[in-house]
């Protein structure tokens, strides 16, 4: 258990719809990453926060959206769904940003199915 | 820009056998490297990483690395495979440019059989 929470585990809905996806870090852990795993695209970097503010953007779509909340929460927002989003969604944290040896410790993920 | 090349895409071994997974990278500087699990339905365990410190780095569960600078390589190796080995092996690179980026390979799947 690497201490990082993801909520749901899975998640089913429609095209065009929208969803939310959340992510507890280890505790004290004040950045947040988000990865996108499918079998088109491996497992892609999406966005970094760091202590509530954005720090790095990947490969996000715009219609992807996230913040870290003041209780160092992490929220991915989702909309306008398509079939090719659906993956799966990684959340990890590390102690801090800005040294590149600093371990992520990986979330256990959610599946995001559209249909 | 950093990138790995995981030059397998499945590995099949018996068990009790030597395990080789290979991985190259490119980087305009000394990266951080690290080795990445992935068992089914699960998500993604460190196995060990590499920081400048050894160039021969030991992880978890048996697995070791070598860091070689002249053929731009990180192979991971383990003695003996256990059963429980099979699963998704990623190759990772740091991306430091004031945030910490990871770069992932495409994967090795390791099937181990008994």
């Known amino acids: 258990d690497s201490g990082v929470t993801q909520t749901p585990k899975h998640l089913i809905t429609a095209t065009g719809q929208r969803v939310t996806l959340r992510c507890s870090p280890r505790?004290?852990?004040?950045?947040v990453y988000w990865y996108q795993q499918s079998l088109d695209q491996g497992l892609q970097f999406l966005i970094q926060?760091?202590?509530?503010?954005?720090?790095a953007k990947g490969n996000i779509l715009e219609r992807f959206s996230a913040q870290q909340f003041p209780d160092l929460h992490s929220e991915l927002n989702l909309s306008s769904l398509e079939l090719g989003d659906s993956a799966l969604y990684f959340c990890?944290?590390?102690?801090?940003?800005?040294?590149?040896?600093?371990?992520?410790?990986f979330g256990p993920g959610t599946r995001l199915t559209v249909l | 820009a950093q990138s790995v090349t995981q030059l397998d895409s499945h590995v099949s071994v018996s068990e009790g056998t030597p395990v080789l997974l290979r991985c190259n990278y490119s980087?305009?500087?000394?990266?951080?490297l690290f080795w990445y699990v992935q068992h089914p339905n699960k998500g993604l365990q460190l196995l060990l990483k590499?920081?400048?410190?050894?160039?021969l780095v030991k992880g978890i569960n048996g697995f070791e690395a070598e860091f070689k600078k002249s053929e731009t390589s990180f192979h991971l190796t383990k003695p003996s495979a256990h059963m429980s080995d099979a699963a998704e092996y990623f190759c990772?690179?740091?991306?430091?440019?004031?945030?910490?980026?990871?770069?992932f390979g495409t994967g090795t799947r390791l099937l181990v059989s008994p």
């Open positions: 590499y920081t400048s410190a050894a160039t």
């Open positions: 980087s305009s500087y000394s990266p951080s």
């Open positions: 990890a944290s590390s102690v801090r940003t800005g040294t590149s040896y600093n371990e992520q410790f």
């Open positions: 990772v690179v740091s991306q430091d440019t004031g945030f910490q980026k990871l770069v």
């Open positions: 926060y760091y202590n509530g503010e954005e720090r």
């Open positions: 505790s004290g852990d004040l950045s």
